[in-house]
């Protein structure tokens, strides 16, 4: 958090479960020590301890749950507040009235939601307004494109892409026939990228890697360029363990990528 704020990056994304509750505690304290006051995202949905039976988007809940997300995080707002998945056993018009109440009630500035569809989104912006949505976008996920993104655009709903390295393969961590590396995505949550160990998936990085060394970077920050030149994309966000895994969004931003490479970049994946 250091150095995400040293280098003017002042949007912080989390949830109030992830490690369970432990992620906004940890925002909260960094901001009591440092004085710092990011824009804080969080979200609402999974259970804070784990409990299956306490999940959801229901009222009651929503309004229940942002009342920790307040305290762990120790501010008396948050700036953007998210649905973290659609609820299926909650009518989307009881999930938006009460996010719309939060609103009014000036502890949440904005709201949004994540990992929806065009006909959710639809569906909630006629009850009130979404201002953001962060869905899956990279160069291999591109189901954004189909439905979601031109919703964005029409509603000026701002759209910020996770999974920028879809669990690392954009960032070259994953070889054929190589052993995967210890603690990677493949080795401790694989099933949303199982799909990607394919031989036109390997010959797509190869291809990357060449063209990201014959622009003189690494993949990931090509990776990144990409998405950061898509001008729908409001934010991307970026999830380092460690101060120098910021370094390649960074230095993507120095990277200016027209419509023609991007779709030359895309193309290697089809």
């Not at 030149?229 to 027209?258: F, H, K, T, Y």
Request: glycine residues 10%; negative net charge; hydrophobic residues 40%.
């Amino acid at each position: 958090m250091d150095a995400a704020w040293d280098h003017g990056i002042t949007e912080f994304d989390t949830a109030d479960a992830y490690g369970g509750g432990r992620s906004e505690t940890w925002i909260g304290r960094w901001m009591a020590l440092t004085g710092h006051r990011p824009s804080i995202t969080t979200k609402v949905f999974h259970s804070v301890v784990g409990d299956p039976a306490d999940e959801g988007l229901s009222r009651e809940r929503i309004l229940r749950q942002v009342e920790g997300s307040l305290e762990r995080l120790g501010v008396d707002r948050v700036d953007t507040y998210l649905v973290h998945e659609p609820d299926p056993h909650t009518t989307v018009d009881e999930t938006m009235r009460a996010l719309a109440e939060l609103v009014e009630a000036g502890k949440v500035d904005a709201i949004g939601a994540s990992n929806v569809d065009r006909a959710w989104l639809e569906e909630a912006n006629a009850v009130a307004p979404v201002a953001v949505v962060q869905n899956s976008y990279s160069l291999l996920d591109r189901e954004a494109q189909g439905e979601v993104l031109p919703l964005c655009g029409e509603h000026g709903i701002a759209f910020t892409a996770f999974g920028p390295l879809a669990g690392g393969w954009l960032a070259g961590k994953y070889r054929r026939g190589e052993p995967l590396p210890a603690g990677s995505r493949m080795t401790l949550r694989p099933k949303p990228y199982r799909h990607l160990d394919d031989d036109a998936v390997y010959r797509g990085l190869a291809q990357l890697e060449e063209a990201a060394s014959g622009r003189g970077v690494d993949m990931p920050t090509l990776a990144f360029a990409w998405l950061l030149s898509d001008p729908r994309v409001a934010g991307v966000v970026v999830g380092p363990r460690r101060p120098e895994q910021l370094e390649p969004a960074l230095a993507a931003l120095g990277i200016e990528l027209g419509e023609r490479e991007r779709g030359e970049l895309a193309s290697l994946f089809p």
